[in-house]
């Protein structure tokens, strides 16, 4: 097998027969005699001082075990983070509440509905105070979330961010001058890109139990991260990593959602320690809308300065970006993920100011795309608007100022170094397959018809596959939880005497299809039947050491790794199989289940019987020592830059505001596939996660910093009614730093999708004097915008 002749066959996968069974093991099916049920009393207030606290009520109600409150647990610290800026968020309320929903106390009972009525029955004395919500005013400083300390956490601006790192020169060379050409075209535009609320299949739960006499804990938890959930929690009580077991069984859906440490995980290994038994914690619907972090929130203004023939002599992007509360995981790092790719496919200068504040709000954190999305967005709508402007093709604008197959690998505007790329192929083949000429006119011909059509075009690039340890260096640091490890990945595979194969990898899936795609890889590495091969995640003391499963970097990372401990496999297994055959290992072809000598077929041995002399090690060629199984940490030397190319055909009804997406198109290039039917799939709900930023999705709150969206009856999810079958193609541009040369898949359809069907929109309604309209683009925004425009 060469380094990238993967597979790309489409397997069924392995994982879906328990699942669609209803036989899958959740957090929630766990169970363990003698548990005991959490509750949360949080706050109903966005800014409020906690006066006091009676629990007597509570105490005073059968079978309730426990209330603790922040007095209790304060010995414990604050909830570790990954980028540690900002005020990170303590175990429950101290002193004062930040945003609606913060766990103020905790409530241990025989079982959750007596939890939830003792909850009920806990008195907090609040004196609320004014709340700040609007990203301008928490810019303006008038009132502070943490008293003393400025909203503005930093601004991610310039050189400043790689300050101690690299020397770079001035992002944005000429843009000033540029400006003051006779021949200059300058546009810009004020945008929203609003904030989100992850909706996971799967709430998150948490079951501890904490063993005194061992002094060791178990915590099965739905989490993205299991290992770095347990090096958390060793650090935080002061126990050794092996006597910290954490599990992430199935996990139902995660979005970065759950690639996050919770208080409530800490909080059920205090409370099972304390009281000696088991304590588990189910997220409910509504909980989950306040508890959990949130995704996006940036209101921005985005200039882009150039000349009539099409050519971008500067890009700006300045926003302010919505911090929630308290810093979590990588909170203040997701607008830095957006800067790596601030300026797109394109060569271009760029300058860019993201001004991270703090709210009294959720804290936001990584959802599906994680900085990426908000910042394809502005800069794939300003190019939109810069087309528009000059009268040129919008497909056109963007060839003319792409990086060229030839110029790679380069560094960008923003110092990033993108390996590989073929843009323009990418592009020109997705109007091919639309039959874009066709397509206008069909546009055209409906709109002298009176029928409101538009077509939406959007390209991007992005970065994934984290794995280079030099992110460390930019403050992306697992230390605090407790974790001396960077962003590598690992695998490990290990024939077992019968022949079959174990693969076990440190990713955190949630729904990816990991367990199928790592078996492609094994099985066709070694021959050995994918119903033979049993792939294992997420326990942290069985799996090898991971980081888990973000940034659509799993594949690029932890599978390169089973991929080249799966070569070591094979290399040993040759040796053996020689040995058995009588022939030289160069000889040995594995297929079918076995090996033979290459030439003669019928001079063969199984895998049985190759790992039966491997554990026999009587019987092995002298200076092989026996098993068979090979473990590799991988460390690429960058990221990866996964591209496409998507468009869109909507129809805008002019009564009602009413948006119906007709077609839509994609053409991707994540590299080499190892299996096109699960890199469809990542693709369909990127997309469809996309197409519900656009026209459905937005956590709205009050002035006073109440969630008025925090039920699916205010806040809808796309439906399958809602969206149309989506026509997906891929280019293929393999990456050279990884031996698979896979680039990773599970965002893109998201980066690619919101600003598409926003064009689309403002495509159809443009004739009318419409210019933009703010997402999510709901009809009686779109009815009004239609409106505006005709007065």
Request: aromatic share 8%.
């Amino acid at each position: 097998m060469s380094t990238t002749s993967v597979m790309g066959g489409i397997v069924r996968r392995k994982e879906d027969p328990s699942l669609i069974q209803g036989k899958g093991r959740y957090v929630d099916d766990i169970k363990r005699p003698g548990e005991l049920a959490v509750a949360f009393v949080r706050s109903p207030f966005a800014a409020a001082t906690v006066n006091s606290i009676d629990a007597s009520g509570a105490l005073a109600l059968d079978g309730v075990h426990a209330v603790y409150t922040i007095d209790d647990v304060r010995h414990l610290g604050v909830t570790p983070a990954q980028v540690a800026v900002g005020t990170l968020r303590p175990l429950l309320a101290d002193g004062a509440v930040k945003h609606v929903g913060e766990a103020v106390a905790m409530v241990v009972a025989d079982d959750r509905y007596i939890a939830q009525d003792a909850a009920d029955l806990v008195f907090v004395d609040y004196e609320p105070l004014d709340a700040v919500v609007d990203l301008k005013e928490a810019m303006a400083d008038s009132i502070q979330v943490h008293e003393g300390t400025p909203n503005l956490l930093l601004t991610w601006a310039g050189n400043a961010w790689w300050e101690g790192v690299v020397e770079l020169p001035d992002p944005a060379p000429g843009i000033q001058e540029a400006k003051e050409r006779d021949d200059a075209v300058v546009v810009s535009l004020e945008m929203v890109n609003q904030r989100l609320i992850p909706t996971a299949i799967e709430p998150r739960a948490v079951l501890a139990d904490w063993n005194d006499g061992y002094g060791s804990v178990e915590l099965w938890t739905t989490s993205q991260i299991p290992h770095a959930v347990a090096g958390a929690i060793g650090a935080t009580f002061g126990i050794p990593s092996n006597k910290v077991r954490v599990v992430a069984p199935e996990v139902g859906g995660g979005f970065g959602l759950k690639l996050n440490l919770y208080p409530d995980e800490f909080l059920c290994c205090f409370a099972s320690k304390e009281l000696g038994r088991p304590v588990r914690w189910t997220e409910t619907r509504r909980e989950a809308a306040v508890s959990s972090i949130q995704g996006r929130g940036w209101i921005g203004t985005a200039t882009i300065t150039g000349t009539r023939d099409g050519k971008i002599l500067g890009y700006e992007l300045d926003a302010i970006c919505d911090m929630g509360a308290y810093s979590q995981n990588f909170t203040v790092a997701i607008p830095l993920l957006g800067l790596f790719v601030a300026p797109g496919q394109y060569d271009i200068p760029t300058s860019y100011a993201l001004h991270c504040v703090v709210t009294n709000t959720p804290t936001t954190d990584a959802y599906r795309g994680a900085g990426r999305p908000e910042a394809a967005f502005y800069l794939e709508r300003i190019i939109d608007v810069f087309a528009r402007e000059i009268g040129m093709d919008p497909a056109d604008v963007r060839k003319a100022n792409y990086w060229k197959k030839e110029q790679f690998p380069v560094t960008t505007a923003v110092g990033m170094t993108m390996d590989s790329g073929d843009y323009e192929t990418n592009l020109d083949a997705l109007l091919a397959r639309v039959g874009y000429e066709e397509l206008k006119a069909k546009r055209d011909a409906a709109r002298a018809e009176g029928r409101l059509l538009g077509i939406g075009l959007s390209t991007y690039v992005e970065v994934c596959g984290f794995g280079p340890s030099a992110l460390t260096g930019l403050g992306f640091s697992w230390a605090g939880y407790g974790l001396p490890t960077a962003f590598n990945g690992s695998g490990v595979v290990r024939v077992q005497p019968d022949g079959t194969c174990t693969v076990t990898i440190g990713t955190g899936p949630s729904g990816q299809g990991h367990q199928t795609t790592w078996a492609q890889i094994v099985s066709d590495g070694l021959g050995i039947p994918m119903d033979d091969i049993e792939v294992q995640h997420g326990d942290s003391n069985d799996s090898p050491m991971g980081v888990g499963t973000f940034g659509s970097r799993s594949i690029a990372v932890d599978g390169s790794a089973t991929f080249e401990a799966t070569k070591r496999v094979k290399e040993k297994a040759a040796v053996i199989a020689g040995h058995l055959l009588e022939a030289a290992p160069q000889d040995v072809q594995f297929a079918d289940g076995g090996a033979h000598v290459a030439g003669s077929p019928d001079r063969s041995v199984t895998w049985a019987q190759i790992a039966e002399s491997a554990y026999q090690p009587h019987t092995l060629p002298e200076g092989v020592e026996g098993g068979l199984e090979s473990s590799v940490v991988f460390s690429p030397p960058n990221a990866t830059w996964p591209f496409g190319s998507h468009l869109a055909l909507v129809e805008v009804d002019p009564d009602t505001g009413d948006v119906d997406i007709l077609e839509y198109w994609a053409t991707d290039d994540c590299g080499n596939v190892i299996n096109p039917m699960i890199v469809d799939g990542q693709v369909h709900g990127g997309i469809a996660q996309g197409i519900a930023q656009a026209l459905f999705e937005e956590a709205i709150y009050d002035e006073t910093g109440n969630l008025l969206t925090s039920s699916l009856a205010d806040y809808p999810l796309p439906a399958a009614e809602s969206l149309p079958m989506f026509s997906l193609d891929r280019t293929v541009t393999p990456t050279d730093v990884n031996p698979l040369g896979v680039k990773g898949i599970g965002e893109a359809g998201t980066i690619g999708s919101a600003q598409t069907i926003v064009n689309a929109v403002v495509d159809a309604v443009s004739h009318l004097g419409v210019k933009h309209i703010d997402m999510p683009l709901r009809p009686k925004r779109v009815w009004q915008a239609i409106q505006d425009a005709r007065n």
